[in-house]
């Protein structure tokens, strides 16, 4: 597609449920990142995907948190048993190795 | 440990008037650099990047971002800044050795007529 694509833009879930989160990067590009950013707060890094490499998970903040990517292109970011700490709006970017990063538009994540 | 310092977190100009935003970085060997720009409710969009070569780099909307290695920074500047401009700025780093962008904490840029 043109540009990275998250779905959905929004979710609200109720503590303790499961989310996923949707992205699908831009065609061709072969690395895939996800990145967290709370309110009032810069980006946090959470995973990296680069081919079929195995994935840099050193971000993710706990282990109720997981992704993966299929098939070298859409990936599904996985939050098991949300807090309300993990309201945050999650961001997915994609590039080409050595290019800047296009990111989309996020989903933002509200946990009551 | 790679960083980015922005350290101004809010800067608040009036209209036409010219913009500086300050970036440091720290990192081992001199990295990737970019400027995002973030409107309320928006995603990040890319001003302008820095590999290699010339150390004035043009971006869109009339920015552009000098690279100083002897300062390790990469300052944002704009000459005259128009209302549309306010929105949140964020710095970026990106080392082939650690394969992750590094994202400073944003400067909000307030815009007054």
């Known amino acids: 597609g043109a540009g990275v694509s998250q779905s959905p833009s929004n979710k609200v879930t109720e503590k303790g449920k499961d989310v996923e989160l949707r992205c699908d990067p831009i065609?061709?590009?072969?690395?895939l990142y996800w990145y967290r950013q709370s309110l009032g707060q810069g980006l946090e890094f959470l995973i990296y995907f680069q081919g079929n490499s195995a994935p840099d998970k050193s971000g993710l903040p706990s282990d109720r948190f997981s992704a993966e990517r299929t098939g070298g292109s859409v990936s599904t970011l996985t939050i098991q048993r949300t807090q309300q700490e993990d309201s945050a709006v999650y961001l997915c970017?994609?590039?080409?190795?050595?290019?800047?990063?296009?990111f989309g538009s996020g989903t933002r994540l509200t946990v009551v | 440990a790679q960083s980015v310092t922005q350290p101004d977190i809010h800067i608040t100009v009036s209209e036409g008037a010219s913009l500086e935003l300050r970036c440091n970085y720290s990192?081992?060997?001199?990295?990737?650099l970019f400027w995002y720009v973030q409107s309320p409710g928006q995603g990040l969009q890319l001003l302008l990047k820095y590999f290699s070569g010339d150390t004035l780099v043009q971006g869109i909307k009339g920015f552009e971002a000098e690279f100083k290695r002897s300062q390790s920074s990469f300052n944002l500047r704009k000459p005259s800044v128009h209302w549309s401009d306010a929105a949140e700025y964020f710095c970026?780093?990106?080392?082939?050795?650690?394969?992750?962008?590094?994202f400073g904490a944003g400067t909000r840029l307030a815009v007054h007529p």
């Open positions: 065609s061709g590009h072969t690395a």
């Open positions: 990192y081992g060997a001199t990295p990737y």
């Open positions: 970017a994609s590039s080409l190795a050595g290019e800047g990063y296009t």
């Open positions: 970026a780093a990106y080392s082939g050795g650690y394969n992750k962008l590094i």
